[in-house]
C-alpha cells in the first residue's frame, strides 16, 4: 500500500510539472546546452545528463561548498536512494539501488577516470571515502551499471572524482567538535602553455568516545574475562590522514600525483570487543599520465597509471583475561596477555588505457584497450599465540607479537587481464538517440567475461526524454576472496575456483528539464546471479563460494530541482527512493525508502544558508528509522571565506547496521556536531 500510494502521488506530480506549468519560450538546442548539465562519464565524452543513456547525477564544486560537505562520503548524499554505513574495521560503506555490501566492492571509484579499487578487498571506499572535498572540481556518478566502458566493479554504480586543475591560491583552517583539525594549502602557476597546481591537506581528529553498552562477550555465553580487569567499552574512531595532490599539464601532455597517508582507530575493533588499540594503517601513491589529441578525424585519449598501496592492520582482538569456550568440544582457551595480532602487505598496479573518439556521419564511435597488471607482494602475519609441538590446537600465549613465518594471511598472487570495448551512439532521427556497447575481459586468474549495454531515448517533447536503458555488469572477485588463508583467529579461507559476479539491469526513466526545473523518475530492476559470499563448512570454517540461483533489486527513484537567481544559486531539491529487494544470500537489507531535501537561499549578496534533510526508515537488524539535519552558513568575500556548520542539529541517536552480528546494538553514531572553516585567498 505504502508504495502504491507513493507512486500515486509522485505520477500526479509529474503530469502537474510536465503539462500545467507554462513553458519559458522556444530555444534551438545552442541556446538549450547552455542550461543543460554535462556529464562525461555515461558515453565517454560531454553529453546533457538527460540525453545520457545511464542514469547520471553531476555534483558540482559549489554544490559541496553549498551544503558544507566534509569528505567526498558527505558529497554522495546528494545521490537519489544513496544508503551511507560503515562496516567493523571502520571502513565506510558506499550502498545504491539496494546493494549494501561490508565492503563497497560493487560500487567502482574512478580518479579523473581511473579506477582506484582495491584488488585487495574489491572496494573503492578505503582511501577515497574520506577525501578531502577542497580539491574537487565535481563528482560524476552512474546509478547502475557500466561495465561496458569501465569494467569490473562497475556494478551497482560508477562514481568518477573529478580534481581540480586551476586552484584559487589559498589556505583554510577548518575547527570542529572532538578536536578536529584540518589545513589545506592550494597554489598553482602558468606559463603559456604550461600550467601546475599543488594542493596539500592535514586532518587530525579524536575519537568520538561513544558509549557501547553490550558488546560481543556480553552477548555471547562463550566468552567471558577475568572480572578483576576492566574492558574498554567505547568506540575508538580517532583519525590522522593527509593528502598531497599535485601535477603539471603542458599542450596535450597532462601529469598527475595523488599520496595519501591515512590512519585510524577502528571503533568496534574486529572481534565485537571494543579497544583503543587496535588500528588501521594504509598508504597509497598514485601516479597517472595523459595524453590527449584532437586529428581531422578522429581524437586519442591515451592513460598510463601506476599506484603502490600499503596496508597494516594491528587487532588487539581479545583484552587481557579472556577465555573462549569451544561450543563443540567444550575446550576452555585461556588468553591471559589477550589476543593481539597483525597483517601486512603491499600491492602495486600498472594499467594502461587507450580510447579512440571518431564520427562517421549521425554516428558516434568510442573504442578502447585496457592492460592491466596487480601485484600483491610481501604478506606479513604476526601473533601473540606460539604453537606448541604437540599439536596446532597447543599454544603459548605470549606478551608481545611474534612473526610467524611459516603462515602467511594472504597467498602472495597477481593478476592480468585484457580488455577492449566498442560503443556506438546514432540517431535516425532528431528525436531517437541509440547506443550500442559491447565490452571483452580476459583475466589470467578467472576467465573471460563480455558485457553489453543498449540505450535508447526518445525526445517526447522538446524538453521531455524518455529511456529505456539495458545494461550489463560484473565484478571479478577480489585477492582476499581467492587467496585468503584460514587461521585460528578469523577462519576464512578463499576459493581459487569462484567465477566473476555479473548482473543485468533494466531502467525506465523519464526526464523532463526547463532553465528553471529539473525532475526525472526512473524504474529500476537489477538480476544478480553468482555473488560471492561466504558460506559456513562442516569445520565451521567460512568459504567464499558463488551463490547458487540468482538475487535481485528493484524500485525506483524521484527527484525534483527548481531554481532561482541570477545564476542559478538559489535552489531547492529533494529525492525519493523505493528500495527493496528479494530475500537471498548475497545481499543484506536497505531501508526501503530514502528521502533527502536541500535548500540553498543567498540571504544577502555574500551570505547563504543550507539546510539538508536526510531521511532513511524501515531499516531490518533492529536499526530504528531516523532522519538527519544539517544547518550551514557560507560567507562569501573576495578575500576569503567563512562557514560555520551544526551537522544533525538535533542531536538524534542512529545507528548503522552490523551485518556481522558481532555487536547486537549495531554502529552507534555521533551526535550534533560544530564547525568552523576560515579560508583566505592570497
Known amino acids: 500500500m505504502q508504495l502504491k500510494t507513493a507512486l500515486y502521488v509522485i505520477t500526479s506530480f509529474l503530469l502537474v510539472v510536465i503539462f500545467a506549468v507554462p513553458?519559458?519560450?522556444?530555444?534551438?538546442?545552442?541556446?538549450?546546452?547552455?542550461?543543460?548539465?554535462?556529464?562525461?562519464?555515461?558515453?565517454?565524452?560531454?553529453?546533457?545528463?538527460?540525453?545520457?543513456?545511464?542514469?547520471v547525477t553531476v555534483i558540482s564544486a559549489e554544490e559541496i561548498k553549498d551544503i558544507g560537505a566534509r569528505t567526498v562520503l558527505d558529497a554522495l548524499q546528494l545521490i537519489p536512494g544513496f544508503v551511507p554505513g560503515k562496516d567493523i574495521q571502520g571502513i565506510p560503506i558506499v550502498s545504491l539501488r539496494g546493494v549494501y555490501s561490508p565492503g563497497s566492492e560493487r560500487v567502482l571509484f574512478l580518479l579523473d577516470g581511473v579506477p582506484v579499487n582495491s584488488v585487495l578487498t574489491g572496494g573503492g571506499t578505503l582511501f577515497f571515502a574520506d577525501l578531502s572535498v577542497d580539491k574537487i572540481e565535481r563528482i560524476e556518478i552512474i546509478r547502475g551499471p557500466g561495465s561496458v566502458l569501465y569494467g569490473s566493479e562497475a556494478f551497482a554504480g560508477v562514481i568518477n572524482i573529478i580534481l581540480k586543475k586551476e586552484f584559487p591560491d589559498h589556505i583554510s583552517y577548518r575547527r570542529g567538535s572532538y578536536d578536529l583539525d584540518e589545513i589545506n594549502f592550494s597554489w598553482d602557476k602558468r606559463i603559456k602553455n604550461f600550467s601546475f597546481w599543488f594542493n596539500y591537506s592535514h586532518r587530525d581528529h579524536n575519537s568520538y568516545g561513544l558509549p557501547i553498552k553490550r558488546d560481543r562477550f556480553d552477548a555471547y555465553p562463550v566468552f567471558s574475562q577475568n572480572k578483576f580487569l576492566t574492558r574498554y567499552k567505547k568506540t575508538s574512531d580517532w583519525l590522522r590522514r593527509e593528502e598531497l595532490y599535485s601535477g603539471f599539464s603542458l599542450n596535450d601532455l597532462t601529469f598527475e600525483l595523488f599520496y595519501v597517508n591515512h590512519a585510524d582507530g577502528i571503533g568496534y575493533n574486529l572481534s565485537g570487543i571494543p579497544s583503543n588499540h587496535s588500528r588501521f594503517a594504509r598508504q597509497k601513491l598514485w601516479l597517472s599520465s595523459f595524453y590527449k589529441k584532437n586529428f581531422s578525424l578522429f581524437s586519442l585519449d591515451s592513460?598510463?597509471?601506476?599506484?603502490?598501496?600499503?596496508?597494516?592492520?594491528?587487532?588487539?582482538?581479545?583484552?587481557?583475561?579472556?577465555?573462549?569456550?569451544?561450543?563443540?568440544?567444550?575446550?576452555?582457551y585461556y588468553f591471559p596477555y589477550g589476543l593481539k595480532w597483525r597483517r601486512k602487505v603491499d600491492l602495486y598496479r600498472f594499467r594502461f588505457e587507450n580510447k579512440t573518439h571518431y564520427s562517421l556521419g549521425k554516428h558516434h564511435f568510442l573504442s578502447g584497450l585496457v592492460f592491466q597488471y596487480d601485484d600483491l607482494d610481501n604478506p606479513h602475519y604476526y601473533e601473540n599465540l606460539i604453537p606448541y609441538p604437540c599439536s596446532s590446537y597447543c599454544f603459548r600465549n605470549i606478551p608481545d607479537l611474534h612473526r610467524i613465518s611459516f603462515f602467511s594471511w594472504i597467498l602472495p598472487e597477481d593478476r592480468f587481464y585484457y580488455s577492449f570495448y566498442f560503443q556506438d551512439e546514432f540517431s535516425f532521427h532528431d528525436r531517437f538517440f541509440f547506443t550500442l556497447g559491447v565490452r571483452y575481459d580476459n583475466y589470467d586468474d578467472f576467465g573471460d567475461k563480455i558485457s553489453f549495454r543498449l540505450a535508447a531515448i526518445f525526445s517526447v517533447l522538446k524538453d521531455l526524454y524518455l529511456k529505456f536503458l539495458y545494461g550489463e555488469g560484473f565484478r571479478a572477485p577480489s585477492f582476499r576472496e581467492l587467496y585468503i588463508q584460514s587461521c585460528p583467529v578469523m577462519p576464512r579461507s578463499g576459493n581459487p575456483a569462484l567465477d566473476a559476479e555479473t548482473m543485468k539491469s533494466y531502467e525506465l526513466s523519464l526526464f523532463y528539464t526547463k532553465p528553471k526545473y529539473e525532475l526525472g523518475l526512473t524504474f529500476f530492476y537489477q538480476?544478480?546471479?553468482?555473488?560471492?559470499?561466504?558460506?559456513?563448512?562442516?569445520?565451521?570454517?567460512?568459504?567464499?563460494?558463488?551463490?547458487?540461483?540468482?538475487?535481485?533489486?528493484?524500485?525506483?527513484?524521484?527527484?525534483?530541482?527548481t531554481f532561482w537567481g541570477l545564476i542559478k544559486n538559489n535552489y531547492l531539491s529533494f529525492s525519493y527512493a523505493y528500495l527493496d529487494h528479494d530475500d537471498v544470500q548475497g545481499f543484506y537489507s536497505v531501508p526501503y525508502n530514502v528521502f533527502s531535501l536541500n535548500f540553498n537561499y543567498y540571504l544577502f549578496p555574500r551570505l547563504s544558508l543550507n539546510y539538508r534533510l536526510f531521511y532513511l526508515d524501515d531499516w531490518a537488524y533492529g536499526i530504528d528509522s531516523y532522519f538527519l539535519s544539517n544547518l550551514v552558513f557560507n560567507y562569501f568575500h573576495p578575500m576569503g571565506e567563512i562557514r560555520f556548520a551544526i551537522y544533525n542539529i538535533w542531536d538524534k541517536k542512529y545507528k548503522y547496521p552490523d551485518f556481522t552480528r558481532f555487536y547486537v546494538d549495531n554502529f552507534l553514531q555521533p551526535g550534533r556536531t560544530f564547525e568552523v572553516k576560515l579560508t583566505w585567498y592570497f
Open 303 to 332: 592513460t598510463l597509471n601506476f599506484s603502490y598501496t600499503d596496508f597494516d592492520l594491528f587487532s588487539d582482538f581479545y583484552p587481557a583475561g579472556t577465555e573462549l569456550i569451544d561450543p563443540l568440544t567444550k575446550v576452555s
Open 23 to 55: 513553458t519559458l519560450g522556444t530555444q534551438d538546442y545552442s541556446e538549450e546546452i547552455l542550461y543543460l548539465e554535462l556529464a562525461n562519464i555515461a558515453a565517454g565524452h560531454p553529453q546533457a545528463t538527460c540525453k545520457a543513456p545511464s542514469t
Open 527 to 561: 538480476r544478480y546471479e553468482d555473488l560471492i559470499s561466504l558460506f559456513q563448512d562442516r569445520f565451521y570454517n567460512y568459504v567464499y563460494y558463488n551463490s547458487p540461483g540468482h538475487s535481485s533489486t528493484f524500485g525506483f527513484e524521484f527527484e525534483f530541482k
